[in-house]
């Protein structure tokens, strides 16, 4: 059973990188025939996808959030990251590393909440 | 981009009543491809239907997803206890971005 689980820091500043890790267990990421994607969730509303890449390195993002993002996958260390630039406070939520298979999302992790604040 | 509306926004139901949810997309959406999420205060949501009908591993038969085109039903037979929580529909057709509804809260 693939497991994730998100890593990074919970607060930063305004007009900096946002950057978190997703650690998977129980699955190869280069050799498995997988998506691994990012969603987030502001405190107290909806969700929202922000993107995904193939295991082969092929993205896909949510064109809202104006390019800037970036998905990148570290096969050496069997895990996936976020980097998100030019934050600001809408930027703050509960960011989930996730599993999608043909889109709709089999694993999710735990979550992890980013605070953008000075 | 697709965007889906679900309503109603709260739902108070009581344990053994039937829940009825429903999420409109504002078109079509490709091959049916409509999933359904629980999720539960502090946690992540959790699959419970992909494309539209199909109920994911380990899902109890009393949920239910039906719909085509444009609109969609999540259906919760009897309710359970467990079962009072947040629902989300998301539909995955074409291209990205894969878009979610706002959710319905069902509540006691």
């Known amino acids: 059973q693939v497991q994730l689980q998100e890593s990074g820091p919970g607060l930063v500043k305004p007009s900096e990188t946002l950057s978190l890790t997703c650690i998977v267990s129980?699955?190869?990421?280069?050799?498995?025939?997988?998506?691994w994607g990012w969603i987030r969730q502001p405190p107290g509303k909806g969700l929202e996808w922000i993107g995904h890449?193939?295991?082969?390195?092929?993205?896909d993002y949510n064109p809202s959030l104006n390019n800037r993002v970036t998905v990148s996958v570290d096969t050496s260390r069997n895990q996936f990251s976020l980097k998100l630039n030019s934050v600001t406070a809408a930027d703050t939520a509960v960011y989930y590393c996730?599993?999608?298979?043909?889109?709709?999302?089999?694993?999710w992790g735990q979550g992890t909440l980013v605070t953008v604040s000075s | 981009d697709i965007v889906l509306t679900q309503s109603p926004g709260t739902l108070s139901l009581s344990p053994g009543e039937r829940a009825t949810l429903s999420c409109r997309a504002s078109?079509?959406?490709?091959?049916?491809?409509l999933a359904w999420y629980q999720q539960k205060p502090g946690q992540a949501p959790s699959l419970l239907i992909y494309?539209?009908?199909n109920r994911a591993s380990g899902i109890p038969d009393r949920f239910s997803g039906s719909g085509s085109g444009t609109d969609f039903t999540l259906t919760i037979s009897r309710l359970e206890p467990e079962d009072f929580a947040v629902y989300y529909c998301?539909?995955?057709?074409?291209?990205?971005?894969?878009?979610f509804g706002q959710g319905t809260r069902v509540e006691l």
């Open positions: 996730a599993r999608p298979y043909g889109g709709y999302i089999l694993s």
């Open positions: 129980g699955a190869s990421i280069d050799k498995s025939n997988y998506y």
């Open positions: 890449i193939y295991y082969r390195g092929t993205t």
């Open positions: 078109q079509s959406v490709t091959n049916n491809y």
């Open positions: 494309t539209a009908s």
């Open positions: 998301q539909q995955y057709g074409g291209s990205p971005p894969y878009t």
